[in-house]
């Protein structure tokens, strides 16, 4: 069965620091992993999406990384600001086979900025 | 350039009523989605459409229906409400499928009582 694993699952960081999430998975077979932002309340937006040929992709102050051999990839948030608490989702793109597309979805890291 | 949007924001139904969850987008996407999403698990995909009059079911179809007249609109209907249908659903379009960026809308808070 296709997973998407995330940790941590929350995270706490002061206003101005770094941190990195992570998601694992085991979809097969792989097309793209995206990363997607989740504000209280709202839907979720689209940060990056990388196939397997991409190594980094940028977003203004997010960076995600993928290694498609280990099935891992990472989103680096740079200087955090107030307005990136919110959760981030770990979303895997495999072929459905039947039209459908194909998405498996993490549980998402709930990230909280403090001032 | 509205996106994705959907009606209502908020719905408390009671057990064994009916209602429609209107989803419209702007951007002349081929497919749309519809997903639950439950505490502590991942969105979960209830139908998809891959163009004007042609819908399918994803993971957790039960409950659901779904019909596709124009390339704008996708509802959802609930035919008969259940407590265990009391979730957040949200409405996805894009391109195609495949390396193509999803939109999703803004989501709808349901309660069953």
């Known amino acids: 069965k296709n997973q998407v694993e995330q940790s941590p699952q929350s995270l706490i960081i002061l206003e101005g620091k770094n941190c990195t999430l992570q998601?694992?998975?085991?979809?097969?077979?792989?097309?793209?992993l995206r990363w997607y932002k989740q504000d209280t309340g709202r839907g979720p937006v689209s940060l990056t999406i990388?196939?397997?040929?991409?190594n980094t992709k940028s977003n203004g102050r997010y960076t995600a990384t993928l290694d498609a051999d280990t099935k891992q990839s990472s989103l680096h948030i740079t200087a955090s600001q107030l307005s990136d608490s919110a959760s981030y989702i770990c979303v895997v793109s495999g072929d459905s086979g039947g039209g459908a597309d194909g998405l498996t979805f993490g549980k998402g890291t709930h990230l909280i900025i403090q001032p | 350039n509205a996106g994705v949007t959907q009606t209502p924001k908020f719905q408390v139904l009671k057990t064994g009523q009916s209602m429609t969850l209107q989803c419209a987008q702007d951007?002349?996407?081929?497919?749309m989605s519809w997903y639950r999403q439950d505490p502590g698990m991942g969105l979960r995909l209830i139908h998809y459409?891959?163009?004007?009059?042609?819908?399918d079911q994803g993971e957790v179809p039960n409950g659901y229906n779904v019909s596709r007249s124009t390339t704008e609109d996708f509802p959802l209907r609930l035919l008969s409400a259940a407590p265990s249908q009391t979730s957040v659903y949200f409405c996805?379009?894009?391109?195609?499928?495949?390396?193509?960026?999803?939109?999703f809308g803004q989501g709808t808070r349901l309660t069953v009582v």
């Open positions: 998601c694992n998975y085991t979809v097969s077979p792989f097309s793209n």
């Open positions: 951007m002349n996407h081929e497919y």
């Open positions: 459409s891959v163009g004007a009059g042609i819908t």
């Open positions: 996805a379009s894009s391109y195609s499928t495949g390396y193509t960026e999803a939109f």
């Open positions: 990388m196939t397997f040929s991409e």
